[in-house]
């Protein structure tokens, strides 16, 4: 038997990481523009940068640290979930990112039996996760066609149809890859539905301050919710590796079985990144907040380039870092389409395919400058009005 026959089903049967696609595209295109990839532009405060250099040298900072997280940052954390996120009951575990976090939640809260619930589009690591430990009952909810919002009407009947009942429903708000903000009530609404149903709710905020025109991210507390945030994009802490769970310390038994997880997995976030995380807390959300105003340019440059495809081909924008747009209908094949915007025009998107939502691309504003934005968008519009009027021509 070759190596492949003995290879985990679990790891065989989970999709391809689309970032590692779009990485190995991007290597043979000249000067890729790096709308593909969710990331920002910025680098953490300089404070933050700056209290680095002295922490390397502390012994403890080269220890383990507790399982949940430096003590003084869960404290700074449970202030600030207080303070920002009106959660007042939780209980926090600091994770190597939060995709880590939500790894944990999945190993802690599901069995290979139980059937979990997504809204497509959906963020494409969460799907992987579900995947990755063996869950093959993944039950894609729609969204709105026009807004991108998770259905609730349909969440509502499969919840009460389905037995036994889904375990978890997964949500991210502000959406990747929709780009949307759930608006409070809907929020309400879905954690009082998976709250009457017994199944637990996992909201992904990891763009809680990318919020645009007004518009406010809101949290919902219940011992059914758990909350995930993370310092990659809001601090651009993308390589530290920093992110975190909220979860309710009312829930019984919950924060003894996520530390058996978090024991087998990190034992703890690096230390060095928590300190970093820790000093990020002091320049605050205001911080965060004055980067996020940046990209309302960039954002309002891409819907402009991606006009080719008409008004109505347009979503997201609202809140995240995303745009998410419909090709043509003759090019079901988004993946295609992404390859020759890459080659052809020097452009990177996301194929839409890659999180349940074929023949759509996803257009990432938070990776670029605004010098660099102009570029890009200039290089996507060509792209796309080529593609509407002559095709993929070579
Ligand atoms: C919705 C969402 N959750 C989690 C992550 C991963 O965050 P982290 O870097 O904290 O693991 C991303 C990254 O793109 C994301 O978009």
């Known amino acids: 038997m070759g190596t492949y026959g003995r290879l985990a089903?679990?790891?065989?049967?989970t999709d391809v990481p689309v970032m590692v696609k779009i990485?190995?595209?991007?290597?043979?295109?000249?000067?890729?523009?790096?709308?593909?990839?969710?990331?920002?532009?910025?680098?953490?405060?300089?404070q933050a940068l700056e209290k680095v250099k002295q922490i390397a040298w502390e012994p403890s900072t080269s220890r383990y640290g507790t399982h949940e997280g430096l003590p003084e940052l869960k404290e700074a954390l449970?202030?600030?979930?207080?303070?920002?996120?009106?959660?007042?009951?939780?209980?926090?575990?600091?994770t190597s990112g939060s995709n880590q976090g939500f790894l944990n939640l999945v190993l802690t809260l599901c069995d290979v039996t139980d059937s979990v619930v997504l809204f497509a589009p959906y963020f494409f690591n969460a799907y992987m996760s579900f995947q990755m430990t063996g869950i093959t009952n993944i039950l894609v909810g729609p969204s709105n066609p026009k807004t991108l919002l998770p259905e609730a009407d349909w969440l509502e009947r499969i919840l009460f149809e389905t037995k036994p009942v889904p375990k978890l429903v997964s949500i991210v708000n502000p959406g990747n890859p929709s780009g949307t903000c759930i608006p409070e009530h809907l929020l309400m609404r879905i954690s009082d539905i998976c709250g009457?149903?017994?199944?637990?709710?996992?909201?992904?905020?990891?763009?809680?301050?990318?919020?645009?025109?007004?518009?406010?991210?809101?949290c919902k507390e219940g011992n059914h919710v758990i909350n995930l945030f993370?310092?990659?994009?809001?601090?651009?802490?993308?390589?530290?590796?920093?992110?975190?769970?909220a979860y309710s310390s009312e829930a019984e038994g919950l924060r003894t079985q996520l530390l058996k997880v978090q024991d087998n997995v990190a034992i703890c976030a690096s230390m060095i990144s928590q300190q970093a995380a820790l000093c990020c807390l002091e320049a605050?959300?205001?911080?965060?907040?004055?980067?996020?105003?940046?990209?309302?340019?960039?954002?309002d440059l891409l819907i402009e380039a991606l006009s080719p495809l008409g008004e109505d081909a347009i979503i997201g924008g609202e809140g995240a870092i995303y745009l998410w747009a419909k090709l043509p209908d003759k090019y079901p094949n988004d993946f295609e389409v992404v390859c020759w915007l890459t080659q052809k025009?020097?452009?990177?998107?996301?194929?839409?395919?890659?999180?349940?939502?074929?023949?759509?691309?996803?257009?990432t504003y938070g990776a670029v400058t605004e010098a660099e934005c102009e570029v890009a968008a200039k290089r996507l519009r060509r792209g796309l009005e080529q593609l509407v009027r002559d095709g993929m021509v070579e």
């Open 78 to 94: 449970i202030k600030k979930l207080r303070q920002e996120n009106k959660l007042y009951k939780s209980s926090v575990m600091v």
């Open 345 to 363: 025009h020097g452009v990177v998107l996301l194929p839409g395919s890659s999180s349940g939502g074929p023949g759509c691309v996803r257009i």
């Open 9 to 13: 089903t679990r790891a065989l049967d």
């Open 230 to 245: 993370s310092f990659s994009k809001a601090y651009g802490m993308m390589g530290w590796r920093v992110g975190y769970i």
């Open 196 to 218: 009457r149903a017994g199944s637990w709710l996992v909201v992904d905020n990891a763009y809680e301050y990318f919020t645009y025109d007004g518009l406010k991210h809101s």
């Open 284 to 299: 605050g959300s205001e911080w965060v907040r004055n980067q996020v105003k940046s990209l309302v340019k960039n954002r």
């Open 23 to 46: 990485l190995e595209l991007s290597k043979g295109a000249k000067d890729p523009m790096p709308l593909g990839q969710g990331a920002v532009y910025w680098r953490p405060p300089e």
